[in-house]
């Protein structure tokens, strides 16, 4: 099982999960995939963690990651 963690600055979390999911998972599936699984809009992902090392989203899932995700992030 995969956790995912999200960040309190996106915009929308999927209902009634107050920001931590958990999604069954094999190793076959890259991270991309996985945040689709779990309802998350992939336009609000400016970066995903993986024990805190940045990692690209076609990357393979590995069993009972935790990931953490950071919202995109705009300034000036």
């Not at 963690?5 to 998972?25: D, F």
């Not at 991309?32 to 779990?38: D, G, N, Q, S, T």
Request: charged letters at 30%.
């Amino acid at each position: 099982m995969v956790t995912i963690q999200l960040t309190r600055g996106m915009i929308s979390y999927p209902q009634g999960t107050k920001g931590l999911i958990k999604v069954e998972a094999n190793d076959d599936i890259t991270i991309e995939e996985l945040l689709i699984k779990a309802n998350i809009n992939l336009k609000e992902v400016g970066m995903v963690l993986r024990d805190q090392k940045k990692i690209d989203l076609n990357e393979k899932v590995n069993k009972d990651d935790y990931l953490h995700i950071l919202p995109v992030i705009c300034g000036g």
